[in-house]
């Protein structure tokens, strides 16, 4: 039995295993640091960038700038997350308001890229611009690929507007659309039995068509949306209110068109609008610029593109997925 002690003692101080396990440990462990040492100086690194980009390159930056507020997606009201093919009037008002507070901010330019989207959208921004010219602050539209309808509503009453020449701009009118799934409800044996207070209360319900009277008010509905529509183009662009019906029929214009019709002021690019809003705004020289919703280095890449789409659209489905139908301008 001593004897096998022994050998048991022996076994155990001879065994290297124990001894080599610990450095192992050890190198995880400073690799596990190393990583995260990393992984924090890239978030760091990615925040100062936002915050470098964001006011436009400039850490220290001058007195009198100019602020670039972009207008990008279908224009809705609402609490809907910005970016991703949707931009509401709460988050370009709250902008708007931002940089008239800001002592610093002599004029604003409004980068639009825009299909359009909702009337009384545009008309929330509408009243954010005329506040900020009320306060002093003017107000230059960019024009991109496209300014839109509703984007053209928001443009309308502004100092002056730049497009490219092949921007798609115009489109000046209102569209209220229905859908009827009848007679595929038919087809599928499904049927509705609907209980109402009033005659109206279930039009454009997609279980049935439109009747006559309903109809009629439909129309009556977007007559009143597309003649305050007009009513604030020919308001801004000092048109007289026929000269804007004549056009306002719904066609989209390439910036070409649009300046021989008065619908834009000049062909540029964003650069030459800020040029310009610096110089409606007193500014001498060139302008120091602040960006006040550009897409920052730390969004691309921590952002997930995938999830943030599908929230963006539970969020919009109220516009976009109305069964009652939805006006859009």
Do not use: C
């Not at 400073?30 to 990615?46: H, M, T």
């Amino acid at each position: 039995m001593s004897s096998n002690y022994t050998s048991y003692q022996h076994s155990i101080r001879s065994d290297p295993v124990p001894q080599e396990q610990f450095p192992v440990k050890r190198k995880g462990r400073k690799r596990q640091y190393i990583a995260f040492i990393a992984i924090l100086l890239l978030i760091i690194g990615a925040s100062f960038a936002a915050i470098y980009y964001g006011v436009g390159g400039e850490l220290y930056t001058k007195d009198d700038r100019v602020a670039v507020i972009y207008v990008q997606g279908t224009i809705l009201s609402g609490s809907v997350p910005g970016g991703l093919g949707y931009v509401t009037s709460e988050e370009i008002s709250d902008y708007i308001q931002d940089a008239v507070e800001d002592d610093s901010v002599k004029a604003i330019v409004l980068r639009i890229n825009s299909p359009g989207g909702s009337p009384a959208a545009a008309e929330e921004i509408v009243t954010e611009i005329k506040k900020a010219q009320d306060e002093g602050v003017p107000i230059v539209v960019s024009m991109g690929d496209v300014a839109a309808s509703a984007a053209y509503y928001i443009a309308a009453p502004t100092d002056m507007i730049f497009a490219n020449p092949s921007t798609m701009t115009g489109s000046i009118g209102v569209i209220w659309t229905f859908q009827n799934m009848s007679r595929f409800y038919d087809e599928e044996g499904v049927e509705f039995h609907i209980a109402k207070s009033g005659e109206f209360k279930d039009m454009g319900g997609s279980w049935r068509g439109l009747s006559d009277d309903e109809k009629e008010y439909a129309d009556s509905v977007i007559v009143e949306v597309y003649n305050g529509f007009v009513d604030e183009v020919a308001t801004g662009r000092n048109l007289s209110r026929s000269d804007v019906k004549d056009l306002a029929d719904g066609r989209i214009y390439t910036g070409s068109k649009a300046k021989s019709l008065g619908l834009v002021d000049d062909f540029g690019n964003m650069y030459d609008a800020i040029e310009k809003a610096g110089e409606l705004g007193g500014i001498d020289g060139e302008p120091a610029v602040i960006y006040m919703n550009r897409p920052t280095l730390s969004r691309l890449l921590f952002g997930s593109d995938a999830e943030s789409s599908q929230a963006v659209e539970q969020f919009a489905a109220y516009f976009e997925d109305n069964p009652f139908g939805k006006i859009t301008a």
